[in-house]
T-cell receptor
Framework: DPKIIQKPKYLVAVTGSEKILICEQYLGHNAMYWYRQSAKKPLEFMFSYSYQKLMDNQTASSRFQPQSSKKNHLDLQITALKPDDSATYFC???????????????FGAGTRLSVL | GDSVTQTEGLVTLTEGLPVMLNCTYQSTYSPFLFWYVQHLNEAPKLLLKSFTDNKRPEHQGFHATLHKSSSSFHLQKSSAQLSDSALYYCALSGGTGSKLSFGKGAKLTVSP
């Protein structure tokens, strides 16, 4: 059974619309992340959260907003969608924050977003 | 800041030949290094990671040695298998950062 659940698996959106990508983890981890993978930029870090607090944000655009309602949830809201946002978005988690540790990062199956 | 460099974008090998994927890094701190493997249409998953006591990690026939003097963590396997065809990422966890920094990846294709 998958321990990191991402919904939906596939998502098609119209330019200018807004979508929310869902992520829940059942590993009991304290840190969660979003990564993006596209042909242009493989596995690009976006956000990291620890105990529901934002730790790092390397997404330049404010159109991307993570939302954490519970410790094991980290959703990603994307507004004003553009074709360049087309990518696979991976949610990930680790026992604790990674910083210079051997903590392993575990990935969900991803949400493949296509913006038309 | 932290960075990881993987020089090979595409690697094509014949089954049975040795595999070597290069990884070098830059970090202000003494980082931990990882190799992740991603098969087609799947999520990346951990292949192996460096140890603090200089032991050589091994998994599924793959091994890597952390050389701090040359800032490298190359991935090796003595004999490639068809099932090794995948995308391989080297990654770094350094200092007080709260993320894993990935290289650009190397796509390995093993043919019969």
């Amino acid at each position: 059974d998958p321990k990191i659940i991402q919904k939906p698996k596939y998502l098609v959106a119209v330019t200018g619309s807004e979508k929310i990508l869902i992520c829940e983890q059942y590993l009991g981890h304290n840190a969660m992340y979003w990564y993006r993978q596209s042909a242009k930029k493989p596995l690009e870090f976006m956000f990291s959260y620890s105990y529901q607090k934002l730790m790092d944000n390397q997404t330049a655009s404010s159109r991307f907003q993570p939302q954490s309602s519970k410790k094991n949830h980290l959703d990603l809201q994307i507004t004003a969608l553009k074709p360049d946002d087309s990518a696979t978005y991976f949610c990930a988690s680790s026992q604790d924050r990674l910083g210079g540790s051997q903590n392993t990062l575990y990935f969900g199956a991803g949400t493949r977003l296509s913006v038309l | 800041g932290d960075s990881v460099t993987q020089t090979e974008g595409l690697v094509t090998l014949t089954e049975g030949l040795p595999v070597m994927l290069n990884c070098t890094y830059q970090s202000t701190y003494s980082p931990f290094l990882f190799w992740y493997v991603q098969h087609l249409n799947e999520a990346p998953k951990l292949l192996l990671k460096s140890f603090t006591d200089n032991k050589r990690p091994e998994h599924q026939g793959f091994h890597a040695t952390l050389h701090k003097s040359s800032s490298s963590f190359h991935l090796q396997k003595s004999s490639a298998q068809l099932s090794d065809s995948a995308l391989y990422y080297c990654a770094l966890s350094g200092g007080t950062g709260s993320k894993l920094s990935f290289g650009k990846g190397a796509k390995l294709t093993v043919s019969p």
